[in-house]
Nanobody, 117 residues
């Protein structure tokens, strides 16, 4: 199973960004799906997660500005962040856990988002 993240690029301060993550290979299904990000010189941090049942959690830094969604049948997840700020500049990674064994997980390759003022 491979995850492919897309949608990164240059975004102006105050605009919205939307990232998508799709799975390829033999996909039985995913448990919790998440988005992480890593800013230059910083550790990777969890941005948002969504359980298979739709329970969502957000980092304080994006709470109220972000929305994570998923389509279980397709094995995809999207992340939208509104009113982007300079601090949103980072490489964004999608992550998913196997629905059969949550100790098995998968990472996407990362997509760069650069916020410009």
């Amino acid at each position: 199973v491979q995850l492919q993240a897309s949608g990164g690029g240059l975004v102006q301060v105050g605009e919205s960004l939307r990232l998508s993550c799709a799975a390829s290979g033999s996909v039985y299904g995913f448990g919790t799906m998440s988005w992480y990000r890593q800013a230059p010189g910083k550790q990777r941090e969890l941005v948002a997660s969504i359980s298979r049942g739709g329970t969502r959690n957000y980092a304080d830094s994006v709470k109220g500005r972000a929305f994570i969604s998923r389509e279980n049948a397709k094995g995809t997840t999207d992340l939208e962040i509104d009113s982007v700020m300079d601090e949103d500049t980072a490489v964004y990674f999608c992550h998913a856990r196997s629905v059969l064994n949550d100790r098995i997980d998968y990472w996407g390759q990362g997509t760069l988002v650069t916020v410009s003022s």
